[in-house]
């Protein structure tokens, strides 16, 4: 008998073990990943202060998410959209872009394009925002995507950008290379236009009128 109540408690302890091992992994894992936001929201605000002046800071909020294929996203308050209070807007991170070394530069770059999202919501009423549900088609997609990657650029982070999608390209599925291309001006895009806007800074004006898709399209509006 003693020797079952002994066998009892081991297991006891080794299940209380278990338990507490997991949600000292879980705590950790939770720091990290407060730590990862808080260092994006940062940088957020910095960008956000020194180039998008039209957006209020106390508006914009960060948060954590995960991804295989997606580093940041911008998305806005859905429930207050819907409920008509004051809207709220959202930079999504995914703390593994820290973790496999995404360039500072290529970082700061990507969150001025999420900041173009966010100024293109401030600037929208909310029947305005429903349009947005035209993000199911391809073509608006694409708009919508290289539009704020133009915004990033005039703003000053077109090197930035670039050094991202260079790393983006080997820390995502290869599967996806194509859809990224497709959807968001590429490294050597991205080269062309930088060169051609010391040339002729107008051309930046004439590609948010009309979003070139490829880089014949490129160099000829520019």
């Given amino acids: 008998m003693k020797f079952c109540s002994k066998i009892k408690k081991r297991k006891v302890l080794s299940i ?14 939770t720091a990290a990943q407060l730590a ?57 991170v995914n703390p593994a872009v820290y973790q496999r070394g995404a360039p500072i530069a290529g970082i700061h770059a990507i969150i001025a394009h999420e900041l173009a999202h ?18 199911l088609s391809k073509d608006f997609t694409t708009d919508f995507e290289r539009k704020a990657d133009l915004e990033a650029v005039a703003r000053g982070y077109g090197k930035g950008l670039i050094a991202y999608r260079e790393w983006l390209y080997d820390n995502i599925p290869d599967a996806k290379i194509v859809s990224k ?4 001006f590429s490294p050597e895009e991205l080269t062309v236009m930088l060169k051609l806007i010391k040339v002729k800074p107008s051309a930046i004006d004439t590609w948010r009128k009309r979003v070139p898709k490829n880089l014949e399209e490129i160099r000829k509006s520019g």
Avoid: C, D
């Fill in 118 to 135: 966010v100024s293109y919501f401030v600037r929208k009423n909310r029947l305005e925002l429903l349009g947005l549900s035209s993000l």
């Fill in 181 to 184: 291309k497709r959807r968001y």
């Fill in 16 to 29: 209380v073990f278990g338990l507490l091992l997991n949600l000292w992994f879980f705590s950790v894992e």
């Fill in 36 to 92: 990862e936001v808080e260092k994006t929201r940062t940088i957020v605000l910095e960008i956000a202060r020194k180039s998008y002046p039209e957006i209020k800071l106390k508006k914009i909020h960060v948060k954590s998410f995960e991804s295989e294929n997606g580093y940041f996203k911008a998305q806005f308050s859905v429930s207050r959209f819907m409920t008509f209070q004051r809207m709220r807007y959202y930079i999504y």
